[in-house]
């Protein structure tokens, strides 16, 4: 007999703050703000837009200039828009709706990330997700690699009972499994419900979870949990319901085995002591995270 998850706590919708001058965001969770244990192996979630940008008089792409990353990996998952970036391994790529970018940062990365060449020109809606994903201290300072995850290669699979549809970007869901490759076992799903459908997910016992839906509301093992609200449910159980209420829902759902292991955070940089994060400063002040080539 599987046992209901406990939802800890019901997160209010944080107000929105840019990021660059590309990405008006909102920071669900943070690492930074000292509740590591509850969300790892997750580390930190802005939610951006969706935001209407005007066609650029200039041409130049907004976004952020270049800014290193060390100890972790960044996800980002584009619902509207195109995002284009570029690295000091030399990986750059550009991601549209349904796709997914998953860069180990691990032992440093160096890059920037902008709205797409053709998005920058015509304007439109931009609304993305980036996802900060813990490594556990084995990993922190591997080299660096980069998955891009194009919407065609990530699975949709049906709910039962027409309730809507999973797309299993990390983990597994109904024995479909996911295209990312994780260091440390973890779901992460961009479900879509229809009005009225409610559905049933088993997850590990022992892993967090976080629910939060992005269009719309649910009910989430009898709680309600408003749009841009995100429900932080306890390690304890495997049986997670959720109910679209009265809308189409986009919910994303991330769940994941806990790193235990301490966690010092510093703008771009997690790593497991102070030292090591000082460490992280002077490699990249050194030159030692590498650098962006000029641009052609
Ligand atoms: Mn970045």
């Given at each position: 007999?599987?046992?209901m998850?406990?939802v ?8 929105p703050h840019?990021?660059?001058d ?6 669900v969770?943070?690492?930074?703000s000292g509740e590591?244990?509850?969300?790892s ?25 270049e ?20 690295d000091?391994?030399g990986n ?8 997914v ?8 990365v160096?890059?920037?990330?902008k709205?797409g ?6 304007g ?6 980036q996802?900060w994903v813990n490594l556990p201290a084995r990993?922190k ?7 891009e995850?194009?919407?065609?290669a ?6 039962a009972?027409?309730?809507g ?6 983990g597994?869901?109904d024995?479909?499994?996911g295209?990312?490759t ?12 229809c ?7 088993q ?5 967090n979870a ?7 509301r649910a009910?989430?093992n ?6 841009h609200?995100?429900a932080m449910?306890g ?8 109910n679209?209420?009265?809308?189409d829902a ?5 769940s994941g085995?806990p ?10 940089f997690?790593m ?16 030692r995270m590498g ?6």
């Amino acid at each position: 007999m599987s046992s209901m998850k406990t939802v800890n706590e019901i997160r209010r919708a944080p107000a929105p703050h840019w990021v660059g001058d590309g990405f008006p965001v909102r920071t669900v969770f943070a690492a930074h703000s000292g509740e590591a244990a509850a969300i790892s192996p997750f580390l930190m979630l802005d939610y951006a837009g969706p935001h209407d940008f005007p066609p650029s008089e200039d041409g130049r792409p907004r976004g952020v200039d270049e800014h290193p990353h060390r100890g972790f990996e960044t996800v980002t998952i584009v619902y509207q828009g195109e995002i284009e970036h570029r690295d000091s391994s030399g990986n750059s790529g550009k991601i549209g709706p349904g796709d997914v970018q998953w860069m180990t940062a691990a032992s440093g990365v160096v890059h920037e990330e902008k709205h797409g060449t053709a998005f920058t020109q015509r304007g439109g809606t931009l609304e993305m997700i980036q996802l900060w994903v813990n490594l556990p201290a084995r990993e922190k300072m591997s080299k660096p690699r980069y998955q891009e995850i194009l919407s065609a290669a990530i699975p949709n699979v049906p709910l039962a009972g027409d309730a809507g549809s999973v797309r299993v970007i990390a983990g597994a869901f109904d024995n479909h499994r996911g295209p990312a490759t994780t260091v440390t076992p973890m779901d992460v799903w961009d479900i879509r419900m229809c009005r009225g459908g409610s559905a049933s997910f088993q997850l590990p016992n022992g892993a967090n979870a976080i629910v939060l839906p992005l269009v719309g509301r649910a009910v989430v093992n009898g709680s309600d949990v408003n749009q841009h609200e995100c429900a932080m449910l306890g390690r304890d159980g495997e049986t997670l319901e959720i109910n679209a209420t009265d809308a189409d829902a986009t919910i994303l759902l991330l769940s994941g085995q806990p790193i235990d292991e301490p966690v010092v955070a510093q703008g771009p940089f997690v790593m497991n002591t102070a030292d090591e994060i000082r460490q992280a400063i002077q490699d990249y002040r050194g030159g030692r995270m590498g650098s962006l080539a000029a641009k052609a």
